[in-house]
């Protein structure tokens, strides 16, 4: 038997030695941290483990609705799920064991290509779809999330749940919905998703202006979770309860909403117009009862819209009034003082002043006409005559009162200020062109406030669109009271509706009579700006209220940019159809008092040509 040599024994022992060593600085190392980590620094080491395990998940407040004055809803939000899976834990040859759909305790066994088929029916889906989409598609890669139905409701999300295909899981999502579609859209708007894709946020139109009330605000869950990722059901759990949005209620009847926007398309088709705006609102209140776009959109689809359309032509489209502005001119001057509506004034076709020829639309006779008269038929000529009674600076004064030239703030963005220039900039013919509605712009929504204020005695109120907002907890938040400011005296006002009531029996206006109901209004026929800078198009339009014996409602038709014959236009039948069944709907009695137009022309004979 060999021995060790004497060389090799010596060399192991130190080597041994070593190794020993090492072992043992290791051991007292490891001993060292354990005797820190249980003694010295044990509730920092669990806090820190505490703090591993924890997640905290956002919870997302539902967001509000928007409602009509009635409560009716007009933008809602509604639960939906996308149903989700992870391919590459579906095996097709495992069997699934789950409680039976059917009840009972006993659990079954059945096949995924069983589950594949229930969940097909469930959806109403093809079944090599849905397979493809649980299991995969023949020597396709598994994939880690796949998308196997979008959008599905609770019920059905539940149905699906219940199959037990593993991984399959729903995912909710928020959906912003729109029952009455096209009612109101513009004014309405719509939402995008939530860069978490969880919620929405206002994209357009009072979706967007009113964001910041209808979102509210997101909450969170706290909670633990082991190694494998799946939460601890024994943790503590702790949260912080999201709070939904408020709801959101309008001045808007939906229901007079739908048919002023249904007569507003009716007329933009009949006259191929670029579009037709018809504005109801109430005399005494302010309050916007209905704002009609020829140009509707669905929110629930707003892409199938032009985008110039997705928002309210009413409150955002300016135009030069034409016409209709001569209500300001002459109330301002029954105001003060510089006429009276039997004054006489001789009205030939064409006037030169200051070197500028005035021009009526259509030719005629020289007439010797009160001032009523010239109103009713609506001659520039006397228009002129008129307005040159009071300085620049007077007129703009009262436009400015009358809200021209300022945007109409009514909680809904991109409202449109127009243009007025101050009276120390207009030009020659500018200064004469501003007296019938010429030589500056305005809203649909500026004109329907000229007529409330006529209307209301002379006290114009701000148009109110925004009713109130109802918390979460049913409790009401009531904006400010609209802002109101007199303009004109009660008598200059009473004169005023008497001179648009002439319009309707012997004016322009006589195919804007609503049966049963006295009614006054200004008709107008505006030359519209082309971007090239001169007169390319035409806008049509007609303001008016009723009852004259009690003034409740006013309305606004405008036609921007109808094609053919301008004496053909007319928005007569719009107005009278709207304004007829706003007083239907709110049961506003007949008038019982007769007609009080004035005179058109000096002198017993008042049947004349036009």
Known sequence: MSKLSPTTTGATHPRLRMVLGIALVLLLAIGGRLFFVQSLNAKAVAAA??????????TQPKRGQILDASGAIMATSVDR????????KVEAAKPIVRAPISGGAKRETVSVEQTVSELADILNQDVATVRNAVVGAEGAKPNAYSVVAKGVTPEVRNAAMELGIRTLTG???????YPNGVVAGPVL??????DNQETHVGAEGLELSQNDHLTGEAGTKTYEVGADGVRIPVAETTEVPAVDGQDVKLTLDSDINFIAQEAALKKQKQFN?????????????GRIIAIGDSNQMDPNDPSATEGKFRTSASITQAFEPGSTGKMATFASALEEGVIKPTDAFRVPNAYKINNEVINDSKKHTTYDMTAAGIFARSYNTGTVMIGNKMSNETRFNYLKKLGIGSAIDIGLGGASKGILAPAEDWERRQQYAIMFGQGYTQTALHTAQVAQTIANGGVRITPTLIDSYINPDG??????APTSERVFSKAT?????RMMETVVLEGTGTKMAVSGYRVGGKSGTGQAAGESGGYDGYTSSFAGVAPLDDPQFAVVVTMYRPKGDWISWSVGDTFSEVMGKTLN???????????????????SEQKKSW
């Open 49 to 58: 483990a505490v703090d591993n395990r924890t997640r905290v998940q956002e």
């Open 81 to 88: 799920y996308d149903l989700v899976v992870d391919q590459r």
């Open 171 to 177: 995912q909710l999502r928020s959906e912003r919905q």
């Open 189 to 194: 708007g719509f939402v995008k998703n939530s």
């Open 273 to 285: 117009a670029e579009w037709v705006s018809v504005l109801v609102t109430e005399v005494k209140t």
């Open 475 to 480: 409790s009401i938040e009531t904006p400010a």
């Open 493 to 497: 006002t009473d004169q005023m509706l």
């Open 585 to 603: 709907a709110y049961n506003v009695a007949p008038s019982d008092s007769k007609p009080n137009g004035y005179k058109v022309f000096i002198g």
